[in-house]
Each structure stands twice: as C-alpha cells, then as structure tokens.
C-alpha cells in the first residue's frame, strides 16, 4: 500500500466513524508514517554519519526538542547584539 493509499484510506475511515470517535492512533496517522525502529538503530545510523553532519544533526535535534536551549541561542545572540560580551582573554586570561 503506498502512503497516499494508507492516509486515504485513514481518512476514510475517520470521516466514516467520525473523528471523535477515531482511536487516538488513527488520528496521529494521518498524514505520517509509523515505523517500528530500534534505539541500537538510529545510534548505529548517527554514528554512520559525517562528523559534522552528526554534530549538525544533533544540534537540530536538541534544538527542536528543547525550548530551553533556544531560549539560550535567543538571549545569547541579544547579549551579543547589545555588546554585553567579554573576550576569553577578559575572562579566562591569557
């Protein structure tokens, strides 16, 4: 069955029994793909990856699963923006 089939289809039967009374599973299906994959998988597959298409990856991935570090990006980029930044020298020495 192709995707636009098993969504079709999905909806089908939503709009059949309707929504509300669609399983909490029917309605996360549609318009994705559920696939089982194991934890030992994805960390094969990320440590597969380029080194720094892996560090890009998982910044990504901290970023979109994180609120708190995109608050540390925004406040960062402020305090930079503002000048509200030392110099490693001024903080650590030489």
Known sequence: MKKNDFIANIKS????????????????????LRIEVKPEE???AIKGMEKRKREAFLEDLLAATSPE????????????????????????GK
């Open 42 to 44: 994805i960390i094969q």
């Open 69 to 92: 570090y995109l608050k540390s990006i925004r406040e960062a980029r402020a305090d930079y923006k503002a000048k509200r930044v030392k110099r490693h020298e001024e903080v650590f």
């Open 13 to 32: 039967r939503v709009t059949d029994v309707g929504f509300n009374k669609a399983t909490h599973e029917e309605k996360i299906m549609i318009g994705s």
